[in-house]
């Protein structure tokens, strides 16, 4: 059972566009993680937020979590070829993480 | 501080031969978790470990197995591999149970033949 849809599945964009990557759920959490993985290697933690309707910014990166702790956004401005990668949402429910179904971005310079 | 260490970074097999592999966590973390990841299936979360205990297993068949030692290093083992096993392996570390956040190490790329 996937817990946690991510869209859009692959993005592709021009350096310097504006992007948002959306986790929905039915179910809640009590914690949501964000994460990057380059290709081979392991994901990368961004953020963590944990209270219903949080905002959290990590430069260009912003990250919200729903009133409800059932879904959360990412939104990136400016996007540079740096932020190239595969991005992930984990949901967090009793001790165990749920993932995301991931977000492909290739930021084309 | 050390971050998450995996090994073998890579590993080619064949079918039907067992393989270990092996995480040690950041120091001070207790809580290491295996995930197997393929492009097909995404990120599947195979079993969790806290002091030397299994405490979550996920839906994968009884040839993949843990352990954990006292120092909370971790090892998997897969045996009777079979060809859809070819994934990358995570490991992944918390300093508890219940509460803390995950950080992965680098991954072992299993490839059957």
């Known amino acids: 059972t996937q817990l946690l849809e991510q869209s859009p599945q692959f993005l592709s964009i021009q350096e310097g566009e504006n992007l948002t990557v959306y986790c929905n759920s039915s179910s809640v959490f009590s914690s949501l993680q964000w994460y990057r993985q380059e290709p081979g290697e392991g994901p990368v933690l961004l953020v963590t937020v944990v209270t219903g309707g949080e905002v959290k910014k990590l430069k260009r990166l912003t990250f919200q979590f729903g009133d409800a702790r059932k879904d959360s956004s990412l939104h990136i401005t400016a996007a540079q070829p740096g932020d190239t990668g595969l991005y992930l949402c984990?949901?967090?429910?009793?001790?165990?993480?749920?993932f995301g179904t991931g977000t492909s971005l290739t930021v084309i310079p | 501080k050390a971050g998450v260490t995996q090994t073998p970074r890579y590993l080619i097999k064949t079918r039907g031969q067992q393989v270990t592999l092996s995480c040690s966590p950041i120091s001070g973390h207790r809580s290491v978790s295996w995930y197997q990841q393929t492009p097909g299936q995404g990120l599947q979360f195979l079993f969790e470990y806290f002091s030397e205990t299994q405490r979550n297993k996920g839906n994968f068949p009884g040839r993949f197995s843990g352990r954990q030692f006292s120092n909370s290093r971790s090892e998997m083992n897969v045996s009777t591999l079979e060809l859809g096993d070819s994934a990358l392996y995570l490991c992944?570390?918390?300093?508890?149970?219940?509460?803390?956040?995950?950080?992965f190490g680098p991954g072992t790329r299993l490839t059957v033949t």
């Open positions: 992944a570390s918390r300093a508890g149970w219940v509460t803390g956040e995950q950080y």
């Open positions: 984990a949901g967090a429910t009793g001790n165990q993480f749920y």
